[in-house]
């Protein structure tokens, strides 16, 4: 006579009483069906700021007869240029190196082989400071300190999370606007909104102003911050009855 082993009995069971249960568990409610007539709005919210952060990227580029004198005149300009951002009251977080590189220059002659003539040392770093009504000044100091390559300033809005939701709501009121003027025009009203999808959001990066060093030897430089603006696309699907 064979004898069932109580454990492989009771674990047959709750096996059975699980695939039950779970076949008796009532199915989701389907999702209610589109009985209006359906209406897809694109809308567009803006706002505007004032930039509140300024980049620039600063370097210095230095030639000499070998690679070592390229490399020592740089890195005495350079720290000159350090100097003059730290007498700005530009923290060390905000200072970060970008490149530094060592090229040798050449001169060429038609039908004859290249002519080594010295070497190429450059030191650029990338520099973000919130100061822009003394944006000009910090930039002429920078020349005066030996800094030879500025590109920038790049303006900017530091934190623009705010505005863009402000431009979030924008698009979505002006969609509920254009949907009660459809709806009004077809003689029904908004039942409901059925889906919201967001196609775009830009908070811009301008790009840089040109900054001559000559500009420093005659008038100090002018910056004006101005205004941008952060913009969001909705994607908006109603329900009209």
Do not use: C, W
């Not at 109580?6 to 009483?17: D, G, I, N, Y």
């Not at 919130?130 to 790049?154: E, H, M, S, Y």
């Not at 196609?199 to 840089?208: D, E, F, H, K, W």
């Amino acid at each position: 006579m064979m004898v069932r082993n109580p454990a492989v009995l009771s674990l047959t069971a709750l096996s059975a009483f699980l695939a039950t249960a779970a076949a008796a568990q009532p199915a989701p409610p389907p999702a209610p069906a589109h009985t209006g007539t359906r209406l897809d709005i694109a809308a567009t919210g803006e706002v505007t700021r004032v930039p509140d952060i300024v980049r620039i990227s600063a370097g210095v580029v230095t030639q000499a007869p070998t690679a070592t004198a390229a490399i020592a005149d740089n890195a005495r300009r350079m720290a000159s240029v350090r100097a003059a951002l730290k007498a700005a009251g530009i923290a060390d977080r905000d200072i970060q190196t970008s490149a530094i590189n060592l090229n040798p220059d050449y001169r060429y002659v038609e039908n004859q082989s290249p002519v080594l003539t010295g070497y190429r040392a450059s030191n650029d770093v990338d520099v973000r400071f919130r100061d822009i009504a003394n944006t000009g000044k910090i930039l002429d100091a920078l020349v005066a300190q030996g800094a030879n390559q500025i590109n920038g300033p790049t303006l900017a809005i530091d934190k623009p999370e705010e505005a863009m939701d402000e431009a979030r709501i924008a698009a979505l009121t002006t969609a509920q606007a254009r949907a009660q003027l459809y709806a009004a025009k077809l003689g029904k009203h908004v039942a409901r909104i059925v889906a919201i999808s967001e196609t775009g959001a830009s908070s811009p990066y301008p790009p840089p102003m040109p900054f001559m060093a000559a500009r420093a030897a005659t008038a100090d430089t002018k910056i004006e911050p101005g205004e941008q603006t952060v913009s969001v696309s909705l994607s908006v699907t109603f329900e009209l009855d």
